[in-house]
């Protein structure tokens, strides 16, 4: 069984700094996918990237990248020039590729507060 | 283009009711998921279709659950009676062919009293 834990259960940032959400997985599997996601107070769940574990690169959508270290089974979400909007709690999560597409595991979440 | 659209999106019952939470999935996905959220689980996949047919139905925790989707563009998730340790979040979402990339509805927040 696959496993995702996010081992900060809080941070906070000041506004416009750079924060970094850890998050660790462990699995046997070969084809897979981790994503972040954001969930706001409205509790709807954001897609905040993606990455692929056969790409080396590290995926990037504007003010938000991430650190992949396959060896490591380690994927951190890095937030650049933070924005109070960023406030909400992030969730990890792993999928395996193939058929079972969409069963996604999740971590337990961090919640991120920005300061003003 | 509409996102995966889910109502109710609050929904108060009383202890015995029953209750069925609605789902349209993104027009073209062809797997659609039901998961539930709660501060002592987390997030946790209840069951999935694809090609409207129930893959994997082993999260669904009891018999009072059940899920159906009767065409490409709507599922239900029915819970029959409800009991207060039913409140939760329930969100429903898909994927296309591609399947590596699931979108998320707003969600509906069940309370059960």
């Known amino acids: 069984a696959q496993t995702v834990t996010q081992s900060q259960p809080e941070m906070s940032v000041q506004e416009a700094e750079t924060v970094t959400l850890s998050c660790t997985y462990d699995?046997?599997?070969?084809?897979?996918?981790l994503f972040w996601y954001k969930q706001p107070p409205s509790r709807q769940m954001i897609l905040v990237i993606r990455q692929e574990a056969y790409k080396q690169q590290n995926a990037t959508e504007n003010r938000f990248s991430v650190n992949f270290q396959k060896a490591a089974k380690s994927f951190s979400l890095k937030i650049s020039d933070s924005q109070l909007g960023d406030t909400a709690m992030y969730f990890c999560?792993?999928?395996?590729?193939?058929?079972?597409?969409?069963?996604?595991?999740f971590g337990q979440g961090t919640i991120l507060t920005v300061h003003p | 283009d509409a996102g995966v659209i889910q109502s109710p999106r609050h929904e108060v019952t009383e202890m015995g009711q029953e209750v069925t939470l609605r789902c349209k999935p993104i027009?073209?996905?062809?797997?659609l998921f039901w998961y539930r959220q709660t501060m002592m689980r987390g997030l946790e996949l209840l069951i999935y279709?694809?090609?409207?047919?129930?893959?994997?139905d082993s999260g669904m925790p009891e018999d009072r659950f059940s899920a159906k989707m009767p065409n490409a563009s709507f599922s239900t998730l029915k819970i029959q009676p409800s009991e207060p340790r039913d409140s939760a979040v329930y969100f429903c979402?898909?994927?296309?062919?591609?399947?590596?990339?699931?979108?998320f509805g707003e969600g509906s927040w069940l309370t059960v009293v």
């Open positions: 999560a792993f999928m395996i590729g193939g058929t079972s597409y969409g069963k996604l595991t």
């Open positions: 979402a898909s994927t296309g062919v591609a399947g590596n990339t699931i979108y």
């Open positions: 279709f694809n090609n409207n047919v129930p893959i994997d």
């Open positions: 027009s073209g996905h062809n797997s």
């Open positions: 699995t046997s599997e070969s084809n897979y996918y």
